[in-house]
Antibody
Framework: EVQLLESGGGLVQPGGSLRLSCAAS????????MNWVRQAPGKGLEWVSS????????YYADSVKGRFTISRDNSKNTLYLQMNNLRAEDTAVYYC??????????????WGQGTLVTVSS | DIVMTQSPDSLAVSLGERATINCKSS????????????FAWYQQKPGQPPKLLIY???TRESGVPDRFSGSGSGTDFTLTISSLQAEDVAVYFC?????????FGPGTKVDIK
């Protein structure tokens, strides 16, 4: 059974930093691209970032480019999102999402339960 | 970026009746080389992550009841719940995975009348 467990969320002041983690199990982590998707309270879904299976390619939404960094450790089956210079508009539940197949990166079959990031003074 | 729009914003349907949600994309999601629409529907219940319902516009994910069906091609798509059940109360999102950034519609809330 695929499991994705996010952690690292919390309350942070504007301009601060947080590092999110997503521990994956139940599938061969190193063969799948992985994604972060966020959802502001009461709002819709926004794709944030993707990383290729080997970590060699990364992609970002314009809203986070230059501030967020996605990475992975395939030896630990863990996905990360380093978030710097956080803004109030980054407040959201952040989901780790696994695609359906190794070739269709952007179709999200499995989701974690999410971790809440609140940016406020 | 491809913009996804949904209609209506919300709807209330009697138990056992049909619910229909529409989604439109700002450009075609049909990839000519394989004749597939890179389009999906998700269901999200309160306090839960989204759940993939339908992909390739009309393929049901494993375990999804057959009262859920998807149709459409190109830029116009529809999700139909043929006989609404109480457990179908949720917000439904459409999504394109044709190109990065993958984008979602704003969601349609489905309630019981």
């Amino acid at each position: 059974e695929v499991q994705l467990l996010e952690s690292g969320g919390g309350l942070v002041q504007p301009g601060g930093s947080l590092r999110l983690s997503c521990a994956a199990s139940g599938f061969t982590f190193s063969t799948y691209a992985m994604n972060w998707v966020r959802q502001a309270p009461g709002k819709g879904l926004e794709w944030v970032s993707s990383i290729s299976d080997d970590g060699g390619s990364t992609y970002y939404a314009d809203s986070v480019k230059g501030r967020f960094t996605i990475s992975r450790d395939n030896s630990k089956n863990t996905l990360y999102l380093q978030m710097n210079n956080l803004r109030a508009e980054d407040t959201a539940v952040y989901y780790c999402a696994k695609p359906t197949t190794v070739t269709i990166r952007g179709l999200f079959q499995h989701w974690g339960q999410g971790t809440l990031v609140t940016v406020s003074s | 970026d491809i913009v996804m729009t949904q209609s209506p914003d919300s709807l209330a349907v009697s138990l056992g009746e049909r619910a229909t949600i529409n989604c439109k994309s700002s450009q075609s999601l049909l990839y000519s080389s394989n004749n597939k629409n890179y389009f999906a529907w998700y269901q999200q219940k309160p306090g839960q992550p989204p759940k993939l319902l339908i992909y390739w516009a009309s393929t049901r994910e494993s375990g999804v009841p057959d009262r859920f069906s998807g149709s459409g091609s190109g830029t116009d798509f529809t999700l139909t719940i043929s006989s609404l059940q109480a457990e179908d109360v949720a917000v439904y999102f459409c999504q394109q995975y044709y190109t990065t950034p993958q984008t979602f519609g704003p969601g349609t809330k489905v309630d019981i009348k």
